[in-house]
């Protein structure tokens, strides 16, 4: 609307390309904005490249150079010693299950309750939802301590599994938040067609609804995926032997084990934070767009 | 078709009949969300509260003590610094970071994205972003690296020169909270970034071209502009962070563990403590009540004042 405005009137255009070209004359402006801009996004990585340098450098070279020198030598070493002591090939393991899991169950769970309250629209269905979103508001320590006595009075104390359906019902709080609304608005008269045709709700569910909402769950997914794969204090708590330990709490627990000299340390920080970058870097596009609708967490 | 629509208003009355029967059905597919909730929210959560009535080691049987731990509670100088160093993190979490983001998300909006193309703003938002996405204790070790005596910090300090600003950043009781605080913020500002980008999403570039036209200056646009445009998402960006802050559990366990002399002691990591080190568990689950109830007012709040703020801006 502005723009058509402005072509209307002619001295306005006129106006106008001189602020275009006003804009452009601030040319040096804009270089010093980018050279800035491009400073503090150094300073923001500037841990990352300083792990990864010194993570591949020889204890000698870090002790002669220090750490901001790039390094003069290179041995896998420092990670090779942290990989095998904290035995990380099984955190890995442990967290891959533990995350994948919950990303796949947290997503039926989402998706059942807001079949239910979207679709069926059932009394008591938004109750749900609000008291779901309470869960996630409320501080985990209010429930650590009998999820913990549970845990243990079920056998579940130490195995992954215990906190796969703890996660799955957290995080399913907002996939029901998100599906529910998307749900909504879904339209009623494919809906209808099919019931007209015969189908039951179960398979009016997989073969309308879930096809349809596919590229919506593959972003909840990877979401569940992350935000478990970066739990912290229940996984602490509930997975106390070294065999059951995720790469969160493996890292979270080190206090100096293992880490004495600064390589070593430089190559715990790479290993701990290299899983999730390298998934960042893959799933970039939907992780950032979808903090957006993920705002509410 | 069209005659369906027609015959809207007579159809109403069947329909209710109908969606009511048909939604009958539908409770089954809710059973294991409400199951799940049950036992992992609910229980939990009532249980909770009953222990922090009582006073338990963990084993054996509670024994109902009255309103005696939140009367300790109330005495606990711990407590009460413990809620000292959370408006240190809301400081961190939520005010910083949001000042920052909105003034980096107005570059990347103003400058990057319109004359060096959204390719270039979407990498440095990517950049930015990236502390967010990695599990807070790796963060930690990282840090803890970098900030310990013999560490990364102090070593470019000395190699500058500037052996005297030196420091045992975690390790020096006036000096912990701010280097958590400086963490925190490294950790926070992609937050803020994406959602904040994403709102300016919405904005008309024009509007700025127009607001320039009129003689308005980079501060006069960002304020009348990019503030005011993101009004909403600055609210959610203040809720979700803020009441984060008061949640901040694992930066204060990995980096520093409450100390020195409970120098960056927050509730979450009192709790933990009386929970699982002291076996003092009703006292423990007296703070995590506390805590939950202070979330639970202040997000009231919160929303009381969104409300109340979008009624003067409808009228």
């Known amino acids: 609307m502005t723009e058509q405005a402005a072509v209307s009137l002619p001295g306005v255009a006129t106006f106008k390309s001189r602020a275009a070209a006003a804009r452009n004359m601030q040319g040096a402006g804009r270089w010093w904005i980018l050279l800035l801009l491009a400073l503090a996004l150094a300073a923001m990585l500037l841990p990352f490249a300083l792990a990864f340098i010194n993570a591949i450098k020889t204890p000698a070279d870090y002790a002669s150079h220090g750490p901001l020198a790039l390094p003069q030598s290179f041995t896998l070493a420092a990670l090779a010693n942290f990989w095998t002591h904290v035995d990380f090939t099984r955190k890995l393991i442990n967290s891959t299950v533990f995350s994948g899991s919950v990303a796949v169950c947290a997503v039926l769970l989402s998706l059942l309750n807001a079949y239910a309250i979207g679709i069926g629209k059932v009394r008591g269905g938004r109750i749900l939802l609000v008291l779901l979103l309470l869960g996630i508001v409320i501080p985990q320590e209010s429930l650590i301590y009998p999820l913990y006595y549970l845990a243990k009075s079920v056998g579940l104390f130490d195995s992954l599994l215990s906190v796969i359906i703890i996660f799955s019902v957290l995080h399913s709080a907002f996939g029901t938040y998100l599906l529910s609304a998307v749900l909504t608005a879904f339209p009623h008269e494919i809906l209808e067609a099919a019931e007209m045709d015969g189908a039951s709700k179960w398979q009016v569910l997989w073969l309308i609804v879930v096809p349809i909402l596919r590229p919506t769950l593959a972003v909840l997914a990877t979401f569940f995926f992350v935000w478990t794969w970066n739990e912290f204090l229940l996984p602490l708590i509930l997975l106390a032997s070294n065999d059951s330990q995720t790469v969160s709490v493996a890292l979270g627990v080190l206090n100096g084990q293992y880490v004495s000299d600064p390589t070593t340390t430089a190559a715990a920080a790479l290993l701990g934070i290299a899983p999730t970058v390298i998934f960042f870097l893959i799933f970039q596009r939907t992780l950032t767009r979808g903090v957006v609708v993920g705002a509410i967490k | ?315």
């Open chain 2, 1 to 315: 078709m069209p005659y369906l629509k027609q015959g809207d208003p007579p159809m109403t009355q069947p329909r209710a009949g109908f969606s009511a029967e048909r939604s009958a059905g539908y409770y089954l597919y809710l059973l294991p969300g409400v199951l799940g909730f049950l036992v992992i929210v609910a229980v939990p959560f009532v249980m909770n509260i009953g222990i922090s009535f009582t006073t338990w080691k963990g084993v054996g049987l509670p024994r109902f003590v009255g309103w005696l731990n939140y009367q300790k509670l109330f005495q606990d100088g711990a407590f009460w610094g413990s809620l000292g160093h959370t408006v240190d993190f809301v400081v961190a979490m939520a005010v910083v970071p949001t000042a920052i983001s909105l003034i980096l998300a107005a570059l990347l909006f103003d400058y990057i994205s319109a004359r060096f193309g959204r390719g270039l703003s979407s990498f440095f938002r990517a950049g930015f972003y990236l502390p967010q996405i990695l599990p807070i204790s790796a963060a930690g070790v990282l840090w803890g690296w970098i900030l310990n005596p013999f560490g990364v910090l102090n070593a470019i300090l000395d190699s500058m020169g500037l052996h005297g600003l030196a420091n045992n950043w975690l390790g020096d009781p006036g000096l912990a909270i701010f280097s958590l605080m400086a963490v925190l913020i490294w950790l926070q500002i992609g937050y803020s970034l994406v959602v904040f980008m994403a709102g300016l999403a919405r904005v008309d570039p024009s509007l700025y071209e127009a607001a320039e036209l009129d003689g308005a200056g980079w501060i006069q646009r960002f304020w009348f502009i990019t503030i005011a445009m993101l009004r909403p998402e600055i609210f959610v960006v203040g809720l979700t962070t803020t009441i984060a802050a008061l949640k901040v559990f694992a930066p204060v366990f990995v980096l520093t563990n409450g100390g020195p002399d409970n120098a960056t002691i927050v509730p979450s990591y009192i709790s933990y403590y009386h929970f699982f080190s002291t076996n003092r568990v009703g006292y423990g689950a007296a703070i995590a009540t506390a805590q939950t109830l202070l979330i639970l007012v202040l997000g009231i709040i919160f929303l009381r004042v969104q409300t109340r703020q979008t009624d003067e801006g409808a009228s």
